[in-house]
Nanobody, 127 residues
Framework: QVQLVESGGGLVQAGGSLRLSCAAS????????MGWFRQAPGKGREFVAT????????YYADSVKGRFTISRDNAKNMVYLEMNSLKSEDTANYYC????????????????????WGQGTQVTVSS
């Protein structure tokens, strides 16, 4: 049974930082590109960042480029999202996502191709 469990969300003031973590189990972690999506109230789920199965490449949404950093530890089956200079518009539920890299296509920014999702962790940025 595949599980992606996010942690690290919370309430932070604008300009602050948070680090999200995602613990993966039940899958061959190094066979998956990993990513983060987010969904704000009343909006669709949108791509945030992704990292190649090997960790050798990353890709970001324009809205977070330069502020967020995605990383992974294949030995620990973990993926992280370091979020700096947070803005009120970053407020959303953040979801960890796994995409089977063998299928090809980079970067995996479409939610329709995601194989597994976490349950989400809420990030609230107060202005």
């Amino acid at each position: 049974q595949v599980q992606l469990v996010e942690s690290g969300g919370g309430l932070v003031q604008a300009g602050g930082s948070l680090r999200l973590s995602c613990a993966a189990s039940g899958l061959a972690f190094s066979n998956y590109n990993m990513g983060w999506f987010r969904q704000a109230p009343g909006k669709g789920r949108e791509f945030v960042a992704t990292i190649l199965w090997s960790g050798g490449s990353t890709y970001y949404a324009d809205s977070v480029k330069g502020r967020f950093t995605i990383s992974r530890d294949n030995a620990k089956n973990m993926v992280y999202l370091e979020m700096n200079s947070l803005k009120s518009e970053d407020t959303a539920n953040y979801y960890c996502a796994a995409d089977y890299w063998v299928r090809g296509g980079w970067p995996p920014v479409d939610r329709e191709r995601i194989d597994y999702w976490g349950q989400g962790t809420q990030v609230t940025v107060s202005s």
